[in-house]
């Protein structure tokens, strides 16, 4: 049986940004990743009609998701930069807890809670409140990746080298066409963020993760 490997992000492209060299080595060492996207990303292309917004980021993040080596991924639907609202709903602790209970993950992997953006934040602590209410869940260790992080985790650090995969990751967020803008201004930091974790592990490319539970 698979080893699988739940990865939660809040917006279609945020696994990518985050944790893709990492989804890409899990998938190709034979593990099952699944995706889980929590907003719907109404509001992220203003210049878009929200109504084929909405049907072409869920789209997108699906046919990148299985690129970059998700075996699933799974669009939870809520609305785009009302994150934090969402999370206070039982309904969504529940949909985490179902999420977390049918795919029995030996790992997951969500926003760091230092992230700056709000429904990043809202992520982390859907997340980690769900598991407080599963018994199993106590045993699933959860690691941290960063997008705009300035101030990072405490908790141990976890590495992963992602020499053969980051050329796919870098692929994989070139593909959002709905977020150009954004992916485009990222490539470089996330370029020298993985090459100076490299450089510290004696690798060429790196991702690193904090052991948040």
Request: net charge positive.
């Amino acid at each position: 049986m698979k080893e699988t490997v739940l990865c939660f992000g809040a917006h279609g492209d945020d696994l990518e940004i985050g944790a893709g060299g990492s989804i890409a080595k899990f998938s190709q060492e034979g593990k099952s990743v699944i995706g889980v996207i929590f907003s719907k990303g109404d509001k992220s292309s203003p210049w878009l009609k929200k109504e084929h917004l909405v049907g072409f980021r869920e789209k997108e993040a699906e046919e990148i998701g299985k690129f970059i080596g998700c075996e699933e991924t799974v669009m939870l639907g809520f609305e785009d930069g009302k994150l934090m609202e969402s999370i206070s709903k039982n309904s969504v602790k529940k949909k985490v807890q179902d999420l977390i209970t049918k795919y029995k993950p030996f790992q997951i992997y969500v926003h760091s809670s230092l992230d700056p953006h709000k429904d990043h934040q809202a992520v982390n602590k859907a997340v980690l409140n769900a598991l407080e209410n599963i018994d199993s869940g106590k045993k699933i260790p959860v690691y941290a990746f960063e997008i705009w992080n300035v101030v990072n985790e405490s908790g141990p650090r976890m590495y992963v080298n992602i020499s053969s995969t980051f050329s796919k990751k870098i692929e994989a967020m070139k593909k959002f066409k709905s977020q150009r803008i954004y992916v485009y201004a990222l490539i470089v930091p996330v370029f020298l963020r993985a090459f100076f974790i490299g450089l510290k592990n004696q690798c060429l490319y790196a991702e690193r993760f904090y052991k948040i539970r």
